[in-house]
């Protein structure tokens, strides 16, 4: 099994568990440190699948930094884990998000864009040959050219048998076409609900699934944060309420659900993944898919930063205190 991860990376800067945020010339202790961790959703994704037990050598990132010492951090942190490397030097500035968590409210973002804005689509081109990937992820939004060229990227690796896997942000400089344009080129989505009702250019979240899974997309997840997640292939529609745990920073939760999908997906079809259709992927499966990268993205949440919560030990311990009842009070819709 290969596994390529294409997308922005980022230097995060964490102040998490902040009883509030300072106002002007006030200061406000971080009872948990400010702590700086690698970002962005191929790294965090990397990061947590060799947490989960998958095997490094299986996993390459492609991707851009600056030429600073946040650059440097991430490509040192990313080794220092196993994971395959393709990572250009591109400007002299890294990505950059400081992101303040108050106790009970949901993050605060404040980003530099700079690295991901200059990464090539030949060079996403180059490891799809390279890796010749059994998964193809790409997170997309603000990776300049290759968000432009994202079909071209796509069809290239379904070319190659791979299963396309992408994941979004809100673009920045740009509207949703050049992913509108690509959707039917992939195997399986991801976005939150309010990225879903954006991108089907609708107002109501169940419209915008039904759009997006008629664009194409063969398996769509959504993200609710604490209201869950939906999964909607072509033949069924389903919805879980969230996993409880205690909640000392949800950055990262997203790309950890992801993690576990692709996970989930790897260990349950291994070699023969390539020739399967996941659209059509029986309703227990995807049940117990959408359980697994819940209490995987759950798990994300009981520490600062992105990666530090992810455990396989968590996720089984989740899985086997909770998993009866979120799926026992699922919404299930066979569609026609």
């Known amino acids: 099994m290969h596994i390529l991860l294409a997308g922005f990376l980022v230097a995060d800067i964490v102040a998490a568990d902040l009883e509030r945020v300072a106002e002007p010339g006030e200061l406000v202790l971080a009872p948990r440190g400010i702590r700086l961790s690698v970002g962005g959703h191929p790294a965090n994704i990397a990061v947590d699948l060799v947490k989960l037990g998958l095997p490094p050598e299986s996993i390459t990132v492609v991707s851009t930094v600056g030429r600073d010492i946040f650059g440097e951090f991430i490509v040192r942190t990313l080794r220092s884990y196993g994971i395959n490397l393709m990572v250009e030097v591109a400007g002299d500035s890294t990505n950059k998000n400081v992101i303040l968590v108050v106790r009970g409210e949901d993050r605060r973002f404040h980003v530099e864009l700079s690295s991901s804005t200059l990464m090539r689509a030949s060079h996403v081109m180059e490891a799809l040959e390279r890796v010749n990937p059994d998964i193809f992820y790409i997170a997309t939004g603000i990776i300049g050219e290759v968000d432009e060229r994202l079909e071209d990227v796509l069809k290239r690796a379904k070319s190659l048998g791979s299963l396309t896997f992408v994941d979004t942000v809100k673009p920045v400089g740009k509207s949703w076409d050049f992913l509108r344009r690509a959707l039917r080129h992939v195997d399986v989505f991801h976005c939150n609900s309010l990225e879903a009702v954006e991108i089907a250019g609708v107002d109501d979240l169940e419209s915008a699934v039904d759009r997006l899974a008629a664009s194409g997309v063969k398996l769509l997840f959504v993200t609710l944060g604490e209201g869950g997640a939906i999964a909607r292939s072509r033949r069924y529609w389903v919805r879980q309420r969230a996993f409880r745990v205690k909640v000392v920073d949800p950055t990262g939760a997203g790309d950890a659900f992801c993690a576990g999908v692709i996970l989930r997906l790897a260990e349950a079809y291994g070699e023969r993944l390539r ?9 227990a499966e995807l049940c117990e898919i959408l359980a697994f990268a819940q209490a995987v993205g759950a798990s994300a949440c009981t520490a600062p930063g992105t990666t530090a919560g992810v455990s396989r030990e968590l996720v089984e311990e989740l899985l086997r205190s ?10 299930v819709v066979e569609l026609g």
């Open 322 to 331: 909770q998993a009866s009842a979120v799926m026992c009070s699922q919404e």
């Open 275 to 283: 020739s399967v259709n996941v659209g059509e992927i029986p309703l």
